[in-house]
């Protein structure tokens, strides 16, 4: 059973910088691609940024790009969403999630696709 656990969340002023991170238990971490999602209140769910399992190739929303940073470490079988020059709008739940093996960067960006997530990690931004 695959278990993720995100920390790192909290609140940061506009303009700063925020490190996720998210922990994958119960798999080989390297056999699975990872995302990030957000929701804020009263929103849809939205992709933020993916990492591939075989090649890490990445992929971002256009809302993110240049300000959001996905990285993994395969040693400690974690994903980080580093998030610097932070707005307002960045406001919401953050979520990580898994799904075992290769796949687009197109489905990547599904949040539908993906079978495992996290609790989700409360991050807010103020003005």
């Known amino acids: 059973q695959v278990q993720l656990v995100e920390s790192g969340g909290g609140l940061v002023q506009a303009g700063g910088s925020l490190r996720l991170s998210c922990a994958l238990s119960?798999?080989?971490?390297?056999?699975?691609?990872m995302g990030w999602f957000r929701q804020a209140p009263g929103k849809e769910r939205e992709f933020v940024a993916a990492?591939?399992?075989?090649?890490?190739?990445?992929s971002y929303a256009d809302s993110v790009k240049g300000r959001f940073t996905i990285s993994r470490d395969i040693a400690k079988n974690a994903v980080f969403l580093q998030m610097n020059s932070v707005k307002p709008e960045d406001t919401a739940v953050y979520s990580c999630?898994?799904?075992?093996?290769?796949?687009?960067?197109?489905?990547?960006?599904?949040?539908?696709?993906?079978?495992?997530w996290g609790q989700g990690t409360q991050v807010t931004v103020s003005s």
């Open positions: 119960g798999r080989t971490f390297i056999s699975y691609s």
């Open positions: 990492i591939r399992s075989i090649d890490a190739v990445t």
């Open positions: 999630a898994a799904r075992p093996g290769h796949a687009t960067l197109q489905i990547l960006a599904r949040a539908n696709d993906y079978g495992y």
